[in-house]
T-cell receptor
Framework: GAVVSQHPSRVICKSGTSVKIECRSLDFQATTMFWYRQFPKQSLMLMATSNEGSKATYEQGVEKDKFLINHASLTLSTLTVTSAHPEDSSFYIC???????????FGPGTRLTVL | AQTVTQSQPEMSVQEAETVTLSCTYDTSESDYYLFWYKQPPSRQMILVIRQEAYKQQNATENRFSVNFQKAAKSFSLKISDSQLGDAAMYFCAYSLSYNTDKLIFGTGTRLQVFP
């Protein structure tokens, strides 16, 4: 089956620092990847859609200068949280849509804690 | 705008019994996809079942089946012969078309399974 990995699984950082999260499709190519954010006991909210070789499309209310997304290859997308603050603490989940299907496969998520 | 509503924050079922989780959605589109995702305590999102709106036949996957009522915009999930491993958060999700650009999630239903 289609497998998506995320790294790191957990990260703790100081306020003001930047954190990069990687999302990889391990056994398929993904032209499109998605980044979601999930607060405790809440649903997933789409932050942005990442397309290989082009700029990401951000959802309304998501600061593109704060959440930098790079989709440099068909198997890798990165999310960088710049100048992180405690309110950015959350669970970040990526998903990838395999080019041969219309189903999204999710990564295991990254828990970000900003002190 | 499309919305997805799950009116049952929590449900419980006894092992081996059947439970139905409800989901309604709002859209003006005629062609779309509907999904049920499971999120166990590990937080890994797992696709349970999907339904194409143009198909009248309800999707089934082993013990999981849906009751898709397009006119009523209803998409319920039935879990038969419930197992302890079915305990999780279940999210109903909507996607507009084959070229999936985003998943819109409901707020989720927490399912508890009692022995």
């Amino acid at each position: 089956g289609a497998v998506v990995s995320q790294h790191p699984s957990r990260v703790i950082c100081k306020s003001g620092t930047s954190v990069k999260i990687e999302c990889r499709s391990l056994d398929f190519q993904a032209t499109t990847m998605f980044w979601y954010r999930q607060f405790p006991k809440q649903s997933l909210m789409l932050m942005a859609t990442s397309n290989e070789g082009s700029k990401a499309t951000y959802e309304q209310g998501v600061e593109k200068d704060k959440f930098l997304i790079n989709h440099a290859s068909l198997t890798l997308s990165t999310l960088t949280v710049t100048s992180a603050h405690p309110e950015d603490s959350s669970f970040y989940i990526c998903s990838a849509r395999a080019d041969y299907t219309d189903t999204q496969y999710f990564g295991p998520g990254t828990r970000l804690t900003v002190l | 705008a499309q919305t997805v509503t799950q009116s049952q924050p929590e449900m419980s079922v006894q092992e081996a019994e059947t439970v139905t989780l409800s989901c309604t959605y709002d859209t003006s589109e005629s062609d779309y996809y509907l999904f049920w995702y499971k999120q166990p305590p590990s937080r890994q999102m797992i696709l349970v079942i999907r339904q194409e709106a143009y198909k009248q036949q309800n999707a089934t996957e082993n013990r999981f089946s849906v009751n898709f009522q397009k006119a009523a915009k209803s998409f319920s999930l039935k879990i038969s012969d419930s197992q302890l491993g079915d305990a999780a958060m279940y999210f109903c999700a909507y996607s507009l078309s084959y070229n999936t650009d985003k998943l819109i999630f409901g707020t989720g239903t927490r399912l508890q399974v009692f022995p």
